[in-house]
């Protein structure tokens, strides 16, 4: 697990008390900010609980099924709601939509079966949900920023809290 640092918790809980985003930076070694990880809407944080017990069913099938075809209409069909309150309701939440959702998701578990396996590139994309491997390749290239055979090849670090 990563440790997460505040150098000024005061500007963490002003942005909070007034409502604003708060993003989250990976940063160098001297604590630099390299680039943005992570982002919080806190105007709707009152609302997410709501909003994560209607969308509870379909998150948890995303989640459960991310190796197969996910379509909008048996997501938003599983909540009983319509597609396009949905969207919103998912948006609000989570700050991207269903389809990053499920992308990010897919690469996270990609990512982790080519550092736990020796299995083929082909095989891990089928495994996460995508049968077209040049497809696959082409994400992963955007979204993690090297091919997976390279990604396989990075020397890997374990964070540990003290």
Do not use: W
């Amino acid at each position: 697990m990563k440790k997460i640092v505040f150098t000024r918790p005061n500007a963490v809980i002003e942005r909070l008390e007034k409502q604003k985003k708060l993003v989250i930076f990976e940063v160098d070694e001297e604590e630099n900010p390299i680039l943005p990880i992570s982002e919080i809407n806190v105007k709707n944080i009152d609302i997410l609980p709501k909003n994560r017990e209607i969308i509870g069913p379909a998150l948890k099938y995303v989640n459960e099924h991310y190796n197969r075809e996910i379509r909008l209409d048996m997501l938003s069909g599983l909540c009983d709601v319509s597609k396009s309150y949905f969207c919103r309701l998912f948006k609000e939440t989570y700050g991207k939509g269903v389809a990053a959702y499920v992308t990010e998701l897919r690469m996270e578990k990609a990512c982790m079966f080519l550092e736990r396996t020796d299995k083929l590139v082909v095989e891990i994309a089928f495994d996460v949900g995508y049968p077209d491997c040049g497809y696959f390749n082409k994400l992963f290239k955007k979204h993690v920023g090297c091919t997976p055979l390279e990604y396989r090849r990075q020397p890997r670090f374990i964070f540990r809290d003290a």
